[in-house]
């Protein structure tokens, strides 16, 4: 029996981007097998939840690995959907996300899943990473990859761990090193992969970098500016809460 694996999507207004990524994932994890999926959404209006369960209604009917979707009142971030969403599965070995616009493919994603596998018993993360920008393998915008690369640098210099790209949309984590850390985690946001990585380190999972392809896809959340200085906030504040945690 392969490794159980829980995949959580997290969403705020995807029903124009989540359709054809989520049908293809659905397929390839069938085949997989062992696999759990679950959409997240918090806080979007009742009209985006109704298209939401349009597109949803038929793959479920299809695909029982695909869990009935969790649509929470209040709009908690993008960290606070995935940790609701592992929350609710107590089971699996493996917990894990991806982002809902497809910018990686589901061929991706499987391939993730093989490799966490390939592991004797979960022992290390893996974080997906837009590492290798230049060699054809990811495919974005100049700006966010400069902010990117940037973004990463203040990671690894303020935390002192080596770590290329910490927000890529694409991570499996051992449910019983998540299990241990979890009641320490506080980010919600857009930061959130930052703190779980810090909680990972700190608490002894190894976490490793692998590099994927990436096309991204128009139509993203993030506003490069304005949430990149409330990240650039959130680093810090992980930075000072675990110094904290060792002078304590
Ligand atoms: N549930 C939930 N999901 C969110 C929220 N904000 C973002 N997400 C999801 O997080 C994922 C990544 O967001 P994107 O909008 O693709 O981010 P982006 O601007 O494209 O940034 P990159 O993909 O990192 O280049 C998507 O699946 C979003 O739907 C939120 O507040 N709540
Ligand atoms: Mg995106």
Redesign the pocket.
């Known amino acids: 029996m392969p490794a159980a694996v829980h995949l959580v ?6 029903s124009g981007r989540i359709g054809p990524f989520l049908t293809e994932l659905c397929a390839v994890t069938q085949e997989l097998g062992g696999v759990t999926i679950r959409v ?4 979007s209006d009742a009209a985006e939840v109704r298209r939401m369960r349009e597109i949803l209604a038929p793959l479920c009917q299809r695909h029982s690995h695909l869990l009935d979707p969790l649509f929470l009142p209040d ?4 960290g ?2 995935v940790y609701a969403g592992w929350n609710l599965e107590p089971t699996a070995e493996w917990i894990a996300f991806v ?3 497809g ?1 990686c493919s589901a061929a991706e994603v499987a391939r993730l899943i093989r490799l966490a596998r390939e592991q004797p018993s979960p022992q290390s993360a893996l974080f997906a990473s837009r590492l290798h920008q230049f060699g054809g393998q990811v495919h ?1 915008p100049w700006k ?1 990859r400069l902010i990117g690369s940037v973004f990463g640098l203040l990671v690894s210099t303020l935390l002192s761990i080596r770590i290329h790209d910490s ?3 694409l991570k499996l984590v051992p449910r019983s090193a998540y299990a241990r850390i979890a009641p320490d985690l506080r980010i919600q946001g ?1 930061a959130f992969d930052v703190e779980l990585l810090a909680a990972l380190h700190d608490s002894g999972c190894p976490v490793q970098e692998i590099p994927i392809t990436w096309h ?2 128009p139509g ?3 506003h490069l500016i304005r949430d990149s200085l409330r990240m650039a906030r959130d680093v810090w504040r992980v930075r000072q809460w675990r110094l904290g945690r060792e002078h304590a």
């Open positions: 999507i997290p969403c705020y207004h995807e997240v959404e918090d806080g709009n908690r971030g993008k606070g959907a982002d809902a616009d910018s974005r966010r927000q890529c949309g857009f991204e896809t993203g959340h993030v």
